[in-house]
């Protein structure tokens, strides 16, 4: 199996002795030491200063990993003090009470061959330095040690977060709880609940019942599981930030109490995805003695100082169309909704300030005279991010991170917070909270989130915690392979969901070369896919394009040998690895052939194998023309070029990955990027 | 990759159109018709005569996964009469109250390319028929459908059932769960829950909470989850019959009530394994008010007509050491300790009358004036069987069929329950009531459950549910396959636990060779294991052992080729399978030598690699005298027959699972088993 073969060699080398560089995040500051500090039943553990029960709870998780990752038990008793070959947490306090953006994250470690020293702060800053300890134990041929050093770190960005939705595919607590144990593994401090939308309003109410009763399809949180979810959160030193999704993408409140909103009842779920048009009715003091009941009934259930009010996508189909709504708007001298809105949100604000809740919200609810305290959290992009900063407010960066557009974890992570070219001044830098990865859920249910948020989102988690400096892409890559193994062996389903999922989709059948497709095919972006794919609620998630992963090896492995062949030409290693990529890759074709006549969710394969078969048989060309020194001829170019662009579109739901760099090659064969000059 | 790509040739290949033969049970009839019954989204569903809440959901759960088995949403209506192109289901009562061993699980499904039928006497025997419906789904390449046929189909035996041990490792409820789905796949019908031993005491009871306060670590299930289980079970088809082990295997009672036992306080939860002497004092009144007023509590908890008293390894030591038990059973009469324990048998079948329970023990509670409605468990093999049977007593086999003996498949599956040799009349043979396969706990944590369990407990299942001929291991091991894809698609860890322990084990290290080295070494059975591996309660079983398959695919694949050869020594075929097959077992060496400086959990596998090596070198040189016709060298052979008997030992904590056919092998070529004869 040749792809696999070379797959393997290009991804998965990790030299002994190399566990400091396997970190995911890469710490602030790391000194090597001299020699190492064994690790073995005889290891002693103390907690020498501050201590409470979060800080044991984290400390008995942290001896069970440590018991797994060394297959030997560990020592069932912690001390007060520090002993020989000992592993002890010096924390100074407690921390925030409810932990805030100003939660102290820093910490500090020092590894000797006579013992280990954990020095943090706070608890939150301890368990962060417990990651870290857990990923710096390394193995030789008889003894586990970590390596003498000492690191330094605090995180670059205060505000580290994913958004999860949970309304469009209900998400059990079993998922989140995994999500929170790998968020904390990579220091992220954010779970940011998107609780409501037009598919399912997910939390039980005790004042308003309909609203889950009627807007869930029975998949919803209790008040239980919710105070659950946030204490495990807390536990791992994660807030947790709830959405209410107000006025638009609220079909889900609607269907048990249409009289708050602009439209008409009967008002039911709704099963299709995107763009509906269900909006609460602002003119209403009912609308908000609602609203004001229901977010005091729900304050309780999450402590954090913010609070999420959606605000996005807000359609003015129904205010416009409803004469009474246009009528006050004029009456109360509103030019349009989007000043229709921000008199909403005004209200909103006032009535979260009541419970000491500050406002965040997506990029519309931008309006001059929103209070200063207000958070924005762009969707749209990162210049909507500097002018949110320009204008005093505090800012969120989220749109280029967005995990269910199926971007390669390049792009995540090569995008910079804080460009310079935005101009923005220190102050309105300050202001630049850090941001959140998303993953929308129209295309993916807790079967294959893991799949889908990881390991890229380990790329997002890096770029908010470690220096500006740390960009290398290629290692990145390697410590996320690291990464996918740490969270497999925690039982997620990152790398193992497509063999799952294969399985369900063709039982007794041979998928291998399905899964050499999935090497250099993934699904397509969240736009393209969500018109073309004809789904919706009702469709069970159990088609090929479920099983193909995001960012697939063969993509960066083919990414990574162009661009060594833009450097030197003449790199027979690199050009003989691609050939035999390429060489693989179109020899699938009659294979997937076989199989697509045993199964139609296999068929699914066939339209995007032949493309791939066709990228690969242009990509060999390339390579001939370019090793050879020779041009291709004009019009064959061209119409390659022409054929690999077309190949960027998705062929039924699969999409090939390598396109873009075989189109990259063919141009360096034309000369469009001789060799010896990046592309 | 030569041993995969071989294996995977032998093993996995699926004619077209064959699900027929992909059903496991094997039904007790089945007549091919002509044409197929296309399923799809438009496909309707109907229950046309009786109906209830457990039918209702079991469709619903089963639309669930015909949809994603086909990758489309299917209707959602259900109506109550047959359409054309429906899936009917003609039921005609709820059947029993409580599911008993007199449960009509028989059904008729009849499928034509009009629709099919589902017809069954009893609500269960649907549930029955439903699972054959599932296995019966096939592909071509552009259309999902049930091939025409009629099935007649019940069971061989009305119990057929799986101990899982929760108390040497505890399981949540997660895992029964699961283990529950999957037992329903297999039409397996008692799961019967093993409840405390001297390692934890699993339930929570509100009467003598010190049980599961002090006996449990805190792991126990409350009587909310203890209700639920039963319920889930229930609701598929599936009896729980729960044991609580006595008057031995009883430390765990006995650390917060140790005024019962025959020893003296304090007594502590048993951390190490086997063994145990703590035993009940059956001398005194207030032990049985004790047991009774415990019983009494549990038995709403486990509506059954069965209750498990254990009564197996009663070790008499204390029975013996204190004066008072002595006396007291010399002035009662009872000659011996296996007297005494029959006493206390007689008392409890009183206190078990009460509640209309029938009493179900292991081997050792056999003693003749016992009621005759006890029935015996045997775990001491078939012998004990036949014996109980002669003895007028109700028999369960167990013995020949505990998992956690990691034999391969072949072994469970050629047991026959009622063998002739046994000269039991037809009467005697009614007592035969089935069996239960074993998983006990020891060396098995949830984690790696799934993958100690399945697929191998498939073959129990068909033993226990197929008429007697059915017999054919290769076509077993071909269908185990299948099964194993099945339980994957449904969460499972069967094949892909391995991959996730080597993860845990070793991140970011490439474990492809462990992989292979897999696929011909196992870990040791119960016995050869339990002394030399000097765990106890307190290990992480995440070693190498761990990670490892029972009856790894090359086993079965060399005895295959073995039998083969045996029938024809000029089959070159399997020669040549055979000679790649070991000279990549040979070659892996080296790999796994590096491999094991890098972790000293990896570097468990080195004296198992050696030991695979040479068993590999002499396959290949027995196959070079075999297919030459030359007799190996006398001393050569005798020295290379002894060498293979010892690799039947672990090496370490692992086992060469090919050494007996690799003798057999040599024998042959030795002239042992000539060609043209079976070994």
Redesign the interface.
């Known amino acids: 199996?040749p792809i696999r073969?070379a797959l393997?060699l290009l991804c998965?080398?990790?030299p002994?002795g190399a566990q400091t560089s396997?970190l995911l995040p890469v710490p602030a500051s790391l000194r090597p030491g001299t020699g190492r500090m064994v690790i073995d039943s005889t290891t002693n553990f103390a907690v020498t200063a501050f201590s409470d029960s979060r800080l044991e709870q984290a400390l008995d998780r942290f001896r069970?990993r440590l018991?797994?990752?060394?297959?030997?038990?560990v020592s069932?008793s912690v001390s007060r003090t520090a002993t020989p070959r000992s592993i002890a947490i010096d924390v100074s306090g407690r921390g925030m009470a409810v932990q805030g953006v100003e939660e102290v994250e820093r910490y500090t470690l020092a590894i000797s061959p006579e013992g280990a020293t954990l020095q943090a702060a706070t608890v939150v800053g301890a368990l962060r330095g417990l990651e870290t300890l857990l990923q710096l134990v390394e193995?030789?041929?008889?003894?586990?040690s970590l390596p003498a050093l000492s690191i330094a770190d605090e995180p670059r960005f205060p505000w580290r977060g994913l958004l999860v939705d949970v309304s469009r595919h209900f998400m059990p607590v079993?998922q989140l709880k995994r999500t929170l144990d790998a968020m904390a593994l990579v220091k992220l401090n954010v779970f940011h609940w998107h609780l409501s939308d037009d598919q399912g309003f997910r939390v039980e109410s005790k004042r308003f019942p309909r609203l889950h009763e009627l807007g869930s399809d029975g998949l919803y949180y209790t008040q239980d599981q919710v105070r659950d979810v946030v204490r495990y959160a807390r536990d791992r030193g994660i807030r947790v930030v709830p959405e209410f999704d107000i006025p638009g993408h609220s079909t889900a409140w609607f269907v048990g109490y249409p009289q708050f909103s602009a439209q008409s009842p009967p008002i039911a779920i709704r099963r299709e995805w995107g763009g509906a048009d269900a909006i609460f009715d602002p003119t209403r003091e009912a609308t908000y003695v609602f609203l004001a009941r229901f977010i005091a009934e729900m304050v309780p259930l999450f402590p954090d100082a913010y609070w999420h009010v959606g605000g996005d996508e807000v359609e003015g189909k129904h205010w416009n169309s409803v004469p009474r709504i246009v009528a006050w708007r004029k009456r109360h001298g509103f030019k349009d909704n989007e000043a229709l809105q921000a008199h909403f949100n005004r209200r909103l604000s006032v009535i979260l300030a009541r419970h000491n809740k500050r406002m965040v919200g997506w990029d519309e609810i931008l309006y001059p005279d929103l209070p200063k305290k207000t958070v924005v959290q762009s969707w749209r992009g990162t210049q909507y991010l500097a002018n949110s900063a320009k204008q005093g407010f505090s800012a969120l960066l989220s749109a280029p991170w967005y995990l269910d557009h199926i971007k390669p974890a390049t792009d995540y992570y090569t995008v910079e917070p804080v460009p310079q070219f935005d101009e923005l001044t220190p102050a309105q830098q300050e202001l630049v909270l850090g941001g959140e990865a998303a993953i929308w859920a129209e295309f993916i249910t807790a079967?294959c989130a893991d799949s889908r948020i990881w390991p890229r989102l380990g790329a997002v988690a890096e770029r908010l915690w470690s220096p500006r400096e740390v960009t290398d892409v290629a290692d990145m890559y390697r410590r996320l392979?690291?990464l996918?193994?740490?969270l497999?062996?925690?039982?997620l389903r990152v790398r193992?969901h497509s063999?799952?999922?294969l399985?369900?989709?063709?039982?007794?059948?041979?998928v291998?070369p399905v899964e050499s497709l999935f090497t250099a095919v993934q699904p397509p972006g969240f736009g393209q896919w969500s018109n073309g794919q004809g789904t919706n609620h009702?469709?069970?998630l159990?088609?090929?394009v479920d099983a193909a992963r995001p960012d697939p090896a063969g993509r960066w492995a083919t990414e990574r040998l162009v661009r060594r062949l833009a450097l030197n030409a003449s790199d027979a290693a690199a050009r003989d690895t691609l050939l035999q990529l390429f060489e693989g890759w179109s020899l699938l074709l009659p294979r997937i052939e076989r199989l697509?006549?045993?199964?139609?969710?296999?068929?699914q394969a066939l339209p995007v194998a032949k493309v791939l078969a066709r990228t690969a048989v242009i990509g060999t060309e390339a390579l001939g023309f370019l090793s050879a020194g020779r041009q291709p001829p004009a019009d064959w170019a061209a119409a390659s070029a022409q054929e690999l662009q077309r190949y960027d579109e998705p062929q039924g739901t699969l999409r090939v990955a390598i396109s873009s760099d075989v189109r990259k090659l063919l141009a360096m064969a034309t000369g469009g990027a001789p060799a010896g000059r990046s592309p």
Chains 1, 2 share one sequence.
Do not use: K, N, Y
Request: aromatic share 4%; charged share 25%.
């Open positions: 199996m073969l393997l998965c080398s990790l002994v396997s069970g018991a797994r990752r060394i297959g030997q038990p069932r193995g030789d041929g008889t003894t586990f079993e079967e392979e690291i996918t193994d740490r497999e062996g925690m039982g193992s063999r799952r999922m399985a369900t989709i063709a039982p007794g059948l041979d291998a009702f469709h069970p159990a088609r090929l697509a006549t045993q199964s139609p969710t296999l068929a």
